[in-house]
Protein backbone atom coordinates (compact mmCIF):
# COMPACT_ATOMS: atom_id res chain seq x y z
CA UNK A 1 0.00 0.00 0.00
CA UNK A 2 0.98 3.60 -0.91
CA UNK A 3 0.30 6.47 1.80
CA UNK A 4 -0.95 9.66 0.17
CA UNK A 5 2.48 11.03 0.75
CA UNK A 6 4.45 8.35 -1.57
CA UNK A 7 5.68 5.89 1.22
CA UNK A 8 5.57 2.58 1.31
CA UNK A 9 3.27 1.24 4.16
CA UNK A 10 5.38 -1.70 5.62
CA UNK A 11 3.40 -4.07 7.83
CA UNK A 12 6.26 -6.26 9.55
CA UNK A 13 5.13 -9.41 9.89
CA UNK A 14 2.26 -7.87 13.10
CA UNK A 15 -0.10 -5.50 13.95
CA UNK A 16 2.20 -2.87 13.48
CA UNK A 17 2.66 -0.68 10.21
CA UNK A 18 5.48 1.95 10.23
CA UNK A 19 5.84 4.75 7.71
CA UNK A 20 7.71 8.03 7.49
CA UNK A 21 6.71 11.52 6.60
CA UNK A 22 8.75 14.38 5.24
CA UNK A 23 7.04 17.45 6.88
CA UNK A 24 4.50 17.60 9.29
CA UNK A 25 1.53 19.20 6.73
CA UNK A 26 1.96 15.28 6.13
CA UNK A 27 1.32 13.29 9.15
CA UNK A 28 -2.64 13.45 9.26
CA UNK A 29 -3.05 11.68 5.62
CA UNK A 30 -0.10 9.25 6.69
CA UNK A 31 -1.66 8.44 9.74
CA UNK A 32 -5.68 7.94 8.87
CA UNK A 33 -3.18 5.56 5.82
CA UNK A 34 -1.56 3.65 8.00
CA UNK A 35 -4.74 3.07 10.61
CA UNK A 36 -6.14 1.38 7.52
CA UNK A 37 -3.22 -0.31 6.38
CA UNK A 38 -3.41 -2.19 10.00
CA UNK A 39 -6.67 -3.47 9.75
CA UNK A 40 -6.53 -3.82 5.91
CA UNK A 41 -9.44 -2.16 5.64
CA UNK A 42 -10.65 1.46 4.43
CA UNK A 43 -11.46 4.39 6.92
CA UNK A 44 -14.37 4.90 5.45
CA UNK A 45 -15.71 1.84 8.07
CA UNK A 46 -14.62 3.89 11.21
CA UNK A 47 -14.98 7.49 12.53
CA UNK A 48 -12.74 9.78 11.12
CA UNK A 49 -9.48 10.81 12.83
CA UNK A 50 -11.06 14.34 12.87
CA UNK A 51 -13.70 13.41 15.86
CA UNK A 52 -10.87 12.02 17.98
CA UNK A 53 -7.84 14.60 17.72
CA UNK A 54 -7.15 17.72 16.91
CA UNK A 55 -4.98 17.26 13.26
CA UNK A 56 -4.00 21.07 13.21
CA UNK A 57 -2.61 21.40 16.73
CA UNK A 58 -0.58 18.06 16.17
CA UNK A 59 0.73 19.58 12.84
CA UNK A 60 1.19 22.58 14.77
CA UNK A 61 2.91 20.86 17.16
CA UNK A 62 5.66 19.02 14.94
CA UNK A 63 5.63 22.37 12.97
CA UNK A 64 7.04 23.94 16.14
CA UNK A 65 9.36 20.81 17.09
CA UNK A 66 11.07 20.81 13.45
CA UNK A 67 12.09 24.88 13.83
CA UNK A 68 13.03 25.04 17.04
CA UNK A 69 15.17 21.64 16.52
CA UNK A 70 13.40 20.13 19.32
CA UNK A 71 12.99 15.76 19.31
CA UNK A 72 9.17 14.98 20.56
CA UNK A 73 7.17 12.01 20.76
CA UNK A 74 3.31 12.05 20.47
CA UNK A 75 1.59 9.00 21.26
CA UNK A 76 -2.19 8.21 21.45
CA UNK A 77 -4.88 5.95 21.28
CA UNK A 78 -7.72 5.99 18.52
CA UNK A 79 -10.26 3.06 18.74
CA UNK A 80 -8.28 -0.02 18.86
CA UNK A 81 -4.81 1.68 18.13
CA UNK A 82 -2.22 3.08 19.65
CA UNK A 83 -0.38 5.95 17.03
CA UNK A 84 3.13 7.00 17.80
CA UNK A 85 4.23 9.83 15.87
CA UNK A 86 7.99 11.46 15.77
CA UNK A 87 9.46 14.42 15.20
CA UNK A 88 12.29 12.12 13.54
CA UNK A 89 9.59 11.86 10.65
CA UNK A 90 8.07 8.39 11.91
CA UNK A 91 4.75 7.09 12.65
CA UNK A 92 3.80 3.74 13.88
CA UNK A 93 0.24 2.53 14.66
CA UNK A 94 -0.33 -0.54 16.64
CA UNK A 95 -3.44 -2.51 17.19
CA UNK A 96 -3.75 -2.36 20.89
CA UNK A 97 -1.00 -1.42 23.57
CA UNK A 98 2.24 -0.57 21.88
CA UNK A 99 3.85 -0.97 25.43
CA UNK A 100 3.98 -5.24 24.78
CA UNK A 101 4.43 -5.12 21.19
CA UNK A 102 7.83 -3.73 22.55
CA UNK A 103 8.66 -5.69 24.48
CA UNK A 104 8.71 -8.22 22.68
CA UNK A 105 10.86 -6.45 19.83
Known amino acids: MTCSNGETVLADGGPRVSVTY ?8 TVVDAIAAVDDRSMDDRPTLFDRVEP ?5 LFE ?3 ATERDIVLEFAIDEHTVVITSEGTISVYRG ?3 LERSLE
Open 22 to 29: DEPAAIIP
Open 56 to 60: EAMVA
Open 64 to 66: HAA
Open 97 to 99: SPG
